[in-house]
C-alpha cells in the first residue's frame, strides 16, 4: 500500500511525500518525538484532535495540527494534497480561488464517507452530505423554511423563524438556563459553565426545530449531547480518523458500535418526532421549523414541482437533524470563547454591561438593538475573527476532471476541501 501511495503522487497537486505514518495515524506510531501541543486551539475540530492526548495525532509533528496546515500551504502553495490514513484531499488555503473553484458546477459533488453515509443513504437524504437533484430540492425547502421572509403576500404569513419569535424564544432558554445554574451551582462560587452553554444553545435549536425544550436530567438530551459532544472527547483524536479509516473503525469497533446506535437513536428521535408534527398541523399556524417544511412540501406537491418527489418525510426529518448537527457545535463554541474572553478581560465586560444596561435596559432585546449596541457587535465580530470556529469547510467531491489556476488537474471523485 505504501508504494501504491507513492505512485499516486504523481497525478495529485503538490503535497508532502505520503509515508508510513499517514496509514496508521494514531497517538502512539503516529508522533515523531513526545513534546506537547501548543495549547491554542481552533473551536470544534480542536476538541477532537487534542482532548485526552499531547499531541498532534493527525500527522507526524509536535505541532499544533493548525501549524502544520499553514506550514504546509507555505511550503507547497495555496493548493496542495494531504492524506489522512490513506485518503488524499485537496486543500485549497486561499479564498479566491476557493471561490473560483467552488463556484464550478463540476465541484458540487459530496464525497462518500463513513459519517456521510450515516446521514445520507439509501433510505434518507439530508442537505449537507447529499448532492444532484436531491441536494438541490431538500435545500430549495429547508433553506427558506429557516429564512426570515414572506411566504404569501396576500396573508401575510411569515415563516416560522421571525426575528421577534425567535428573540422571545432565546430569551426564555437563556432565562431557563441561568435558573438552572443558580438552583444547582448557587451563587458566589465558581463552577463549569461549559454544560450549561450546551444545555442552552440546544434548547433554542431544539424550541425552533422541534418546539420543545428540555431539563438537563432528560434522558433524551444526554442522548443528543453524546453524539453532538461527548463520542469526540471520549474517543479523542482518532474519532476524526474513522471517517478515513476502516482499519481503525476495526480497532476502534466498540466505540464505533457505540456511537452508530446513538446517533440511529437520534435520528429515529428526530423522524418519529417530525411525522408527529401531522397530527395537529395546520396550515395557517407554523409553530416550528418542522411545521415549515411540512408547508413547504405541502406547496411544492400543489404546485407540482419537479423536485417535490425528493421531499420525502425522512429527508425533510433528517434535513431537521442537520440543523442540530450543524448549529449547536459551532454556537456553544463561539459563546464559549466569548465568556473566556470577557473573563480575561474583565474591563471589557463591564463596558459590554455598561452599553447593554444603556441602550436595552429591562426591555426585551430587539433586532434593531444590533444598530445601537456597537461595543457589543465589535466585541463579538472581534471574537469571531480571533479564533476562527469552522476552519475546514465541508468536503466537496469533483464530478469530473477539474483543473484549478495552473496546478496538475484534480482527478474525478477527488475530494477538495477549504482551509481558513
Known sequence: MFLLMQESVRDLTPTPTPAPHSIHCSPTTALGSSSRVKTHSCGTISSLISHNTKHCCMFKSAEHWDDVFRGLSRKYGQVFTVWFANTPLVVITDIDIAREAF????????PSSYFAKQLSNDNHREVVFSDGHEWEAI???????IQFSIVNTNRSKRKYSTLDKLIY?????????????IDREGLDKPFIVKDYIFYMFFNIISASILGKSYTMDDPELKRFKYVLMDVGH????????????SFIRLLDRRSVQKQQQILTEMSLMIRNKFKDHYADYS??????ICDA?????????REGKEWAPYLTDDNLAMSAMSLFLGGISTSQNTFQWIVL???????VQRKLRQEIETQIGDRMPTHEDRNRCHYVMAFIAETLRFRNIIPIGVPHRALVDIQIVALKPINVNQSVFWYT
Open 103 to 110: 463556484h464550478k458546477r463540476n465541484l458540487t459533488g459530496r
Open 139 to 145: 435545500r430549495r425547502t429547508t433553506q427558506p423554511a
Open 169 to 181: 424564544l432565546t430569551v426564555d432558554c437563556v432565562d431557563q438556563t441561568v435558573k438552572s445554574m
Open 234 to 245: 471520549e474517543v479523542g483524536a482518532r474519532f476524526m480518523l474513522w471517517d478515513f479509516s
Open 283 to 288: 396550515d395557517a399556524i407554523e409553530r416550528d
Open 293 to 301: 417544511l411540512i408547508t413547504a412540501k405541502n406547496e411544492a406537491l
Open 341 to 347: 474572553l470577557m473573563c480575561y478581560y474583565p474591563e
